[in-house]
C-alpha cells in the first residue's frame, strides 16, 4: 500500500491537526505501509530546530484558501490511495478531484468543520458549493467521533457507506505507573496556540478574577493575545506565557501541571486532552458534546463559557484535595486505555484492506 497525504500543515507547525497527521504516520510506518507527506507553506509559528520528516515536501500555496498551482506534479500515478486531511480549502478539492480523474482510492479526513470564522465569506461559499462534490468523490470518510459523524449524515445522507468513526489514538505503554502518585505544581497549564475557537481572554479576565493560589501557564505569545488581556497578563504575576515550546518541553510542563484548562467553543477532537491524560493530569474544559463523548466526566470539570462559570469551576477545583486530583488524573489515564495504538491500528488496517 502507498499512500499520498494531503494536509494544509505539518509539524513543526503546532496543533491539532499536525498532531493528528503525525500521529497517523506511526500508523502507516506499523502497518508496513509506504507514504509521503504533501503540506502547503501554511503560514505559522515554527519551532526553531526542529526535525522535519524527510518524507514531507511542502507545496507554495496562495490566498488564504490555498491555492496550489503546480499540484498536478504531484506524482499521483505513484500511489495507490490518496488522504486529504480537512475539506474547507481550495487545496482539498482540487486534490479529491484530481485523484477522481486519476482513479485513484481515496480517503477524506474532514477534521469537522472550521474552527474559526476568518474569511467567512470564502468558507460559506467553498462548503456551499465544493464539499459535497468532496465527499461524493471520496471512497471513504474518517471522523474522529460519532458526534462528528451525525453531523455530516444530517448534511449529507448519501455518505451513510462510507463513513466510519476512527478516533485518536494515545500511546501510554512508555508512561510509568508512577505518575499516577506524583506530586504536581501549582500551576494550570493551558496548551494550545490563540485562535479564535479558544476563549483566551475568557480564560485570562477570569484567572484575573479567581481567589486562587494556583498560576496560569499558558503557551501563547503576546501577538495572539488581545490588548485588554495583555494588560491583565503583565500587571498579574500569576499568569505566565510561555510562547511555543519543544515537545520536549510541552511533556515537562504536562507531567508538572496541576491540570489541564481548555476553555473552548469547538474542537475537531481535542487531543491535547488525551495528551494531559497521559500524565494523569485532571481536566478543567468547556462542556462540549464531543468531550462528552470521548472523556470520562469522572475526571473532568466542565464549564460554561462565561466569566462567573470559569471562576467558579477554577475556585472549585483549587479547594480539592490531592486525593481528589489525583483521583481525577488516574480516571482520565484509565480511559485512555480505549484510544490504544493497538486498537486504532486495527481500524486503519480494516479500512484500508476495503480499499484495495
Same mark, same amino acid.
Given at each position: ?20 497527521? &503525525? ?19 501554511? &503560514?505559522?509559528?515554527?519551532?526553531? =530546530? ?88 471520496? /471512497? ?56 479564535? =475557537? ?50 520536549? =518541553? ?5 507531567? /508538572? ?38 472523556? /470520562? ?55 484500508? &484492506?476495503?480499499?484495495?
Amino acid at each position: 500500500m502507498k499512500i499520498l497525504e494531503f494536509t494544509r500543515s505539518y509539524y513543526p507547525s503546532i496543533g491539532g491537526m499536525e498532531k493528528f497527521v &503525525s500521529d497517523r504516520v506511526k500508523i502507516y510506518q506499523a502497518l508496513g505501509y509506504q507514504y509521503k507527506i504533501f503540506a502547503t507553506t501554511h &503560514s505559522e509559528i515554527q519551532l526553531e =530546530n526542529s526535525q522535519k520528516d524527510i518524507n514531507v515536501e511542502y507545496l507554495k500555496s496562495l490566498t488564504p484558501l490555498k491555492i496550489i498551482p503546480k499540484l498536478s506534479q504531484c506524482n499521483f500515478n505513484d500511489f495507490d490511495v490518496i488522504s486529504v486531511n480537512q475539506v474547507g480549502y481550495h487545496y482539498s478539492y482540487a486534490v479529491v478531484k484530481l485523484a477522481h480523474e486519476l482513479q485513484k482510492k481515496i480517503v477524506v479526513t474532514p477534521h469537522f468543520y472550521f474552527h474559526t470564522n476568518r474569511y467567512k465569506l470564502f468558507k460559506k461559499i467553498f462548503t456551499k458549493y465544493f464539499v459535497r462534490s468532496i465527499f461524493q468523490m471520496a /471512497d471513504k470518510i474518517i471522523c474522529f467521533t460519532e458526534y462528528e459523524k451525525k453531523f455530516w449524515l444530517n448534511k449529507f445522507n448519501f455518505i451513510t457507506d462510507k463513513i466510519t468513526t476512527i478516533p485518536h489514538y494515545c500511546s501510554i505503554e512508555n508512561i510509568s505507573n508512577n505518575v499516577l502518585l506524583k506530586n504536581t505544581n501549582d500551576f494550570l497549564f493551558y496548551l494550545g496556540r490563540g485562535d479564535h =475557537n479558544k476563549k483566551i481572554d475568557l480564560l485570562i479576565e477570569a484567572f484575573d478574577k479567581c481567589n486562587t493560589e494556583l498560576s496560569l501557564w499558558m503557551t501563547l505569545n503576546e501577538n495572539e493575545i488581545s490588548k485588554k488581556s495583555l494588560k491583565i497578563v503583565h500587571l498579574n504575576r500569576r499568569i505566565k506565557l510561555l510562547g511555543r515550546v519543544t515537545e520536549e =518541553n510541552k511533556m515537562k510542563l504536562l507531567n /508538572d501541571c496541576a491540570a489541564l484548562i481548555l476553555p473552548t467553543e469547538f474542537e475537531a477532537f481535542g487531543i491535547v486532552n488525551f495528551e494531559a491524560s497521559k500524565y494523569a493530569k485532571p481536566l478543567l474544559v468547556s462542556n462540549l458534546n464531543l468531550f462528552n463523548e470521548i472523556l /470520562d466526566s469522572r475526571g473532568v470539570i466542565y464549564f460554561q463559557n462565561s466569566i462567573i462559570d470559569l471562576i467558579a469551576k477554577i475556585e472549585y477545583f483549587s479547594k480539592l484535595t490531592e486525593h481528589e486530583k489525583q483521583f481525577m488524573g488516574k480516571i482520565n489515564y484509565e480511559n485512555l486505555k480505549k484510544f490504544s495504538f493497538s486498537y486504532i491500528i486495527k481500524k486503519y488496517e480494516l479500512l484500508y &484492506s476495503n480499499l484495495k
